[in-house]
């Protein structure tokens, strides 16, 4: 291969994505929730619990950025859907692996979007006696919401109804490990 090819694009320097926040954008707002949670979590008893998979790297930044003594597990579920339409139903595909009885939990979500996988989620954690839940979503799609009453308690960003991709947010399985977050332009090319 000559010196003067032209340059192949990558997964990251796709030309079908627009950056809608950069790696260091992020990572300064995460800096900025991790704190907020520092001082709001001082003296507790905190478990951070991540929705796989879409959380698993911000939530890998936060918990990083929290200067706590925390504890970390997982939750994974799938929402019933109807058609395309989300019904609100969940199946818990893998459950905590300890109990949050009296514990004051953080919830880490990706992106809330109409808000009933979450909502569902809240019901069945808040029947299980933690002294506190929250949640901590990196964005906030508040448009297509369906669940007005769900409380975003951390947020990262507030995005317009476009569907973005990277930083644990995919399509389609593709896309997770993207640095920053971006919009697919054409949503029919690869
Ligand atoms: P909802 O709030 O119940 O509608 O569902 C939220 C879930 O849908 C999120 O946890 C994501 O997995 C997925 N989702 C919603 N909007 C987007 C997007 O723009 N990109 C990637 N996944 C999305
Ligand atoms: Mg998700």
Redesign the pocket.
């Given at each position: 291969m000559s010196a003067s090819s032209v340059q192949k694009t990558t997964e990251f320097t796709n030309t079908n994505l627009e950056i809608l926040y950069s790696a260091e954008q992020i990572a300064a707002r995460v800096r900025e929730l991790g704190a907020q949670i520092a001082r709001d979590y001082a003296e507790k008893d905190l478990i951070v619990i991540g929705?796989l998979k879409?959380s698993c790297i911000f939530m890998a930044d936060l918990i990083r950025a929290t200067d706590l003594p925390l504890a970390i597990d997982f939750m994974s579920v799938s929402?019933y859907k109807d058609g395309t339409k989300?019904t609100g139903d969940v199946e818990i595909l893998k459950d905590l692996s300890q109990p949050i009885r009296g514990k004051d939990v953080i919830v880490v979500?990706?992106?809330?979007?109409?808000?009933?996988?979450?909502f569902r989620l809240m019901e069945i954690l808040g029947s299980r006696g933690a002294n506190s839940i929250k949640i901590a979503s990196l964005l906030d799609?508040p448009e297509?919401r369906i669940k007005k009453e769900l409380k975003i308690d951390y947020c990262g960003f507030q995005i317009p109804n476009?569907?973005?991709?990277g930083y644990g947010?995919?399509?389609a399985g593709r896309y997770r490990n993207l640095p920053f977050i971006g919009v697919v332009v054409n949503p029919t090319m690869a």
């Open positions: 929705v879409g929402s989300s979500e990706d992106i809330v979007d109409t808000g009933l996988t979450l799609k297509p476009k569907f973005v991709v947010l995919d399509v």
